[in-house]
């Protein structure tokens, strides 16, 4: 018989404020620790919270970007128990008056095995609440991390560790509906919700340093019967994880209702290492935390106009910006989609963009194509039939296609190398359009291009500080002018890589190739087409590799047929 699976995810996101929820403390990651941990995050007597209006801001955003209802009251509430990282002994937490009520979030499904289709689902959002995080635990060896590696000293080792620069830091919990039905659908869930937060910079997404954890709740029923009870697997910071995670926990469950025994609630851990689950206590329900109003918050009040203004300072949902990228980009959805996932990353891809566009050479030689866009005109057909059509129309947009390519390969390759992102690359978006010009126009090959790219990135820092002249890894010595001049154009130029596009020369290099070799041009008009690489080889040589390769090509055809 078959069993049915049942999922729901809280998902904690640290907000993107610079200061706590209730306190003036920094919230910046990696600091020494307890160095940023004031008064109110240690619980002094006689403290009193201060709620954070950016916090509350972030919280109504997100209501908005999934159609929730945002509450005009909600009270803060106290969830008291103990531990040794919560030092008032409750954390401020939102209970049954919560700031975000009801939404839902539409998901694209990847199936993860077999030769299923994607698909498309409906989540509900059951609430989203503002809370505060608590402080940090850190124990010897835990997870094979010794302490003298997080920052403490290493001296009595056999301690556990309170670091409380995290006690305080907003979050936004959001909680979902039993919706979900497989791990597929569970991730691919988390993955939108992080993409949508990322996107709207309601948190920064960062799962490594904590900023977006998830907790799934994993139950198993056979259909048509109650729910299961469910057990729920607490921070998981890594999707793939979350994946490994709920699979085990779905066999596990199973094995054990088919042996004849009964699930426990429980709160469980998943370990990476063995792939496996194990309980970590009894699951608490709500009654465990008398929840109480906080007596030293006043309700928060949210006006009609504070939400429309928020409303109005919003972006064009990451949905809107992929329908752009595809119809005006001619981008094919998957790639839309790789861009949508970044903020950053379609911000740069818009600005080269931009750059390219608003050039009247690449237009007149149509090179670039510019296709209007009004999202406000666009049916659900015509959007349907541009992306059907997108990946064969107008060559002349290849350029758009090279430049996600560029970003997504090049750029990003030297920024994983540096530890660096878009927000401090030394390439500026029309540095990078620039280049892509002079590819698209045959004034540099795609590895000269390389080239340029290589030396634009490495000496772009010594440029800005006023050292004009850069000796490069082969000794060559180039003098600039100023730091404007130091641009894809002057490089080339100076470094001798331009490519010879002159179809007068290259038919001169191919008449004189072809005159000296005869032999090898009769083996080719017999049809032993392999010998084509031969007279490439000359020409390329010939020229110091600076022939337009596809011009070269067309000129050798021509020659070598007739």
Known sequence: ????????????????????????????????????????????????????????????????????HIAPRSVFARKNYFYPDLP???????????????????????????????????VRITRAHLEEDAGKSIHKGFDGVPLDTDGFDSENDNLTRLDFNRAGTPLLEIVSEPDMHSAAEAVAYAKKLHELVCWYEICDGNMQEGSFRCDVNVSVRRPGEPLGTRREIKNLNSFLFMQQAID??????????????????????????????????????????????????????????????????????????????????????????????????????????????????????KLVQVIPYDERTLSADYIQREIATATIQLETNQIFKQCFNWLTGEMSAQMNRDGLDLSNCPITPQQLGGLLKCIADGTISNS??????????????????????????????IVFESAEKFEPTAIIEKLGLKQLSDTGAIEKIVDEIITANPAQVAEYRSGKEKVFGFFVGLAMKASKGKANPAQLNDVLKKKLSG
């Open 1 to 68: 018989m078959q069993w049915e699976i049942v999922i729901g995810l809280e998902v904690h996101t640290q907000l993107s404020t610079n200061t706590k929820i209730f306190s003036g403390a920094s919230t910046t990651y990696g600091a020494e620790p307890n160095t940023q941990a004031d008064a109110v995050s240690i619980a002094l007597p006689g403290v009193l919270p201060v709620l954070n209006k950016g916090a509350v801001e972030l919280a109504i955003k997100f209501g908005l970007a999934v159609g929730a």
């Open 88 to 122: 008032k002994g409750y954390q401020i937490s939102q209970f049954d008056q919560p700031v975000v009520g009801q939404g839902a979030l539409t998901i694209q499904v990847e199936p993860l095995s077999g030769n299923a289709k994607p698909y498309e689902k409906v």
């Open 248 to 365: 085990y926990e779905v066999q596990w469950q199973i094995d054990t209702l088919e042996n004849g025994g009964k699930i426990q609630q429980a709160t469980v851990l998943f370990n990476p290492d063995t792939g496996e689950t194990r309980a970590m206590r009894s699951k608490e329900e709500a009654h465990d935390y008398r929840y109480f109003p906080d007596p030293d918050l006043l309700p928060l009040v949210i006006s009609p106009e504070w939400i429309d203004a928020i409303k109005s300072e919003m972006s064009k949902s990451p949905e809107q910006m992929h329908q752009r990228l595809v119809v005006q980009y001619l981008m094919s959805p998957h790639d839309a989609s790789v861009l949508v996932s970044n903020r950053k990353l379609t911000q740069f891809f818009l600005e080269t963009s931009d750059f390219l566009l608003a050039d009247p050479e690449l237009i007149e030689k």
């Open 448 to 477: 000269g291009a390389k080239e340029v790219f290589r030396i634009m990135w490495e000496y772009m820092p010594q440029i800005i500080a006023g050292q004009l002249t850069i000796t490069l890894l082969n000794g060559k010595t």
